[in-house]
Every structure is written in structure tokens, then in C-alpha cells.
């Protein structure tokens, strides 16, 4: 190891030339983590110190050159993370701690799994981890901050946190699988008669409707949709009273320029007009839905835009999982399983460690349990299709 190297700590990702940042890209880094959108969530002041999300990634640096990155925010509340600790924080109040400002690694306003630390692929992440883990573990006390949290982390992580001595949290989203379907009809004989019907019912009900479907990726993808896109995402967001906006109008417009490759938008349109659409992202195998809105209810227009067509996209260009957002238990009867999602978190005070770690090592199995009971019990898979859902709740 070079004992040249130099840790600063970065609070705006503009500062970074965008070649550094994506030479430690890789095909395994997850999108959310890439140049291109963390940029845009920050110079879009979407991730803000004005909007509680102040940029503070901790860099390396060997003669010059960036080696690592570790995307983290200083956080002065609990919105937008997913992984809910609100009651961590009453806690800490009711034991006379300060909880706020915490450290947090993610990507904002992105509940997708895949966190981890950049590394440049003719470095080590093994010899760069435990001194930025140092680094942080310092910054952290030197500004008595309370809790550091890396949310949504890579599966392969997992075993260097808990040797770290992070205690891990487990929560769950829904995802879809594919364990290599030849075609749609194949992914729907997983299913028992009864939702085999349904599923068929509710995909015919767009021609019905006047709807026809269209997927928008790379060049095909206008301004005018992103923009257009920005629409439907607000007019979700104030349909329900609990759902926050955390981007604009400018973070989406901002994705045509450099990001657009990674989008896919899928489109329900009447005679040319669009009526609902879906916001994706895919990086080679896999495919992340985001966001969607509608400017007119039709009827299981959501289901389409948002669940089936993004499959049948993915089945026939051999994308192999899909994590189609947060909530909605009503996706398991739509082909998707309760699938266990990580974050790893550190915590500072020793009353809340006294606290909240016992708390964690207890609720952790029974979460697990309750995951495999959900997936034996209500995904309507065939009798001999359920067993194989037991391996989501093993890794």
C-alpha cells in the first residue's frame, strides 16, 4: 500500500472531475451510485444541505489520483432513506441523546439494493475499507454524531460489515426473479390457474381501454418525457397525504443529457397522448423501478406500466431480477416475493447501543420468519413452485 495516500472529505460531487469518479465504476456498481445521477440529484439541489441531505463523501487519494469513494450524506432527519428509524430516533430522545445529525451511505431518495464503496479496479477494497472505516469512525466522533448507517447494501458486503462490527437491520421489499423464462407465457405458468387469469385479464383490459403500451429507451427518449415524466411523479406524490417530493423538474431534465441510456420509460398513450407512465433505470441484468404517474384512472394502468411490461421487457432481453420500488404488498400477487433487504448501522452512544442492539439481534429472525411465512402463504404460486422461494430468505 502506497503511504501516499490522502482521505479528504468532499461536499459537493462537482468538485470531482467526472472521468475520476467513473474510472471506479464497474459493472457491478449500482447505477444509483454512478457519476451521472448522484450528480444530478446534487446540482438539481434535490440531495441539499437545504433539504437535510448535505453531500460528505469521504475520498481517497494516491498521488493525485482518486482511488475510492464512499457516497455518503449528513442527515438532519429520517425522510427519504425508506429504512424507517423514526422510532430509533424517539428513543434517543427518551434517553437524552441527540440522534440528529447521523451519517448515512445511499443513494438519496433510493430504496434500491447495491450500496457499497467505490474502488478503483487496480486497488484493493480490502486495504482501502478499514481506513476509511477509520476516517469515518473519527469524523463521526469528532462531531458527536450518534449513528452511521449504510442502507441498502450489496449482499456480497454483508460478511465484511458484521466482521466490522456493524449490527445489521433487516427489512424487506418486493422483487422479481427470473430463473431463465423462455418467454411470457412461461413466467405466467408459475402461477396458479386462478391468477393465471387474472394477470391475463388485467393486461387485456388496456386495449380495452384504448391504451396501448409503449417502452421509450436511449435516444427515443425525448426531453419533452422527462419533463413530462416530472408531471406524473408530483401528481403522485400529493395524491397521498405520507408520500414527500423530494425531486424537481430540474433532476429529471437533467437525466437526458448524460443518463438517458439508463432510463427506460414505459408508456400507456391514447391516440399519441400519454395518459400514465413508469420511470426505470437498467444497468445490464438488472432493472429498478423508480417512479410513475397518470394523468386519468384506468383501471390496472399501474399494474401494467409499472409490473408487467417492465417483465416482459426483462424476460426478453434476459434481465434477471427487477426491483420495482418500495411498498405495495399487492406486487406479491404479481409475481413478486418478499425478498429480505440489508442496512448495516453503527452506533456511537453507548445507551443506544445498550438499547437498540438487543433490539435488532431479537426482531432481525423473527423478520426473516415472517418473510418466508409471506412467500409460503401468499405469492399464488404453483404447490411445487413454493419451496424454491425459502432461498430469498437464506442468503
Not at 56 to 62: A, D, F
Not at 67 to 89: C, M, N, R, T
Not at 307 to 330: K, M, T, V
Not at 354 to 381: D, G, K, T
Amino acid at each position: 500500500m502506497s503511504t501516499r495516500l490522502k482521505l479528504r472529505w468532499c461536499h459537493d460531487i462537482r468538485e470531482i472531475p467526472a472521468a475520476s469518479w467513473k474510472a471506479l465504476e464497474t459493472e457491478r456498481t449500482s447505477p444509483f451510485l454512478e457519476y451521472e445521477w448522484l450528480h444530478s440529484l446534487e446540482s438539481s439541489g434535490s440531495a441539499s444541505r437545504k433539504t437535510g441531505w448535505m453531500p460528505c463523501h469521504l475520498l481517497v487519494e494516491s498521488e493525485g489520483q482518486l482511488i475510492a469513494a464512499a457516497p455518503l450524506y449528513l442527515k438532519s432527519h429520517s425522510q427519504g432513506e425508506f429504512v424507517f428509524d423514526q422510532e430509533w430516533a424517539s428513543v434517543a430522545s427518551q434517553l437524552g441523546e441527540r440522534y440528529y445529525p447521523k451519517l448515512i451511505g445511499m443513494a438519496p431518495f433510493t430504496p434500491a439494493t447495491g450500496y457499497r464503496i467505490l474502488v478503483h479496479p487496480e486497488h484493493s477494497e480490502a486495504e482501502l475499507w478499514p481506513l476509511m472505516l477509520m476516517a469515518i469512525d473519527h469524523f463521526c466522533q469528532e462531531n458527536d454524531i450518534s449513528v452511521f448507517s449504510l442502507l441498502y447494501v450489496d449482499l456480497d458486503w454483508r460478511s465484511q460489515l458484521e466482521a466490522d462490527g456493524f449490527i445489521p437491520r433487516i427489512t424487506h421489499n418486493y422483487q422479481w426473479h427470473n430463473p431463465g423464462y423462455s418467454s411470457y407465457e412461461d413466467f405466467l405458468s408459475q402461477f396458479n390457474a386462478n391468477q393465471r387469469r387474472n394477470i391475463k385479464r388485467e393486461r387485456a383490459a388496456m386495449e380495452k381501454s384504448g391504451l396501448q403500451l409503449n417502452i421509450y429507451t436511449g435516444d427515443n427518449i425525448s426531453p419533452r418525457l422527462l419533463s413530462l415524466m416530472y408531471d406524473f411523479y408530483s401528481n403522485t406524490c400529493a395524491q397521498f397525504w405520507n408520500w414527500s417530493k423530494y425531486l424537481n423538474r430540474r433532476f429529471f431534465e437533467s437525466l437526458h443529457s448524460h443518463y438517458r441510456d439508463r432510463v427506460v420509460l414505459v408508456a400507456g398513450e391514447r391516440a399519441g397522448d400519454v395518459v400514465g407512465m413508469s420511470f426505470c433505470i437498467r444497468k445490464g441484468e438488472r432493472l429498478f423501478g423508480r417512479y410513475w404517474g397518470c394523468r386519468e384512472e384506468v383501471k390496472f394502468l399501474h399494474f401494467n406500466v409499472c409490473y408487467y411490461e417492465p417483465i416482459a421487457l426483462a424476460i426478453q432481453e434476459g434481465i434477471r431480477n427487477f426491483d420495482p420500488g418500495a411498498g405495495g404488498s399487492h406486487k406479491i400477487r404479481r409475481g413478486f416475493p418478499a425478498t429480505p433487504v440489508y442496512s448495516y448501522h453503527r452506533f456511537y452512544h453507548p445507551r443506544l447501543q445498550q438499547v437498540l442492539i438487543p433490539y435488532l439481534n431479537r426482531v432481525n429472525p423473527l423478520m426473516l420468519a415472517e418473510l418466508e411465512n409471506v412467500n409460503q402463504n401468499e405469492v399464488p404460486f404453483r404447490e411445487d413452485i413454493l419451496p424454491s422461494l425459502s432461498t430469498l430468505t437464506n442468503r
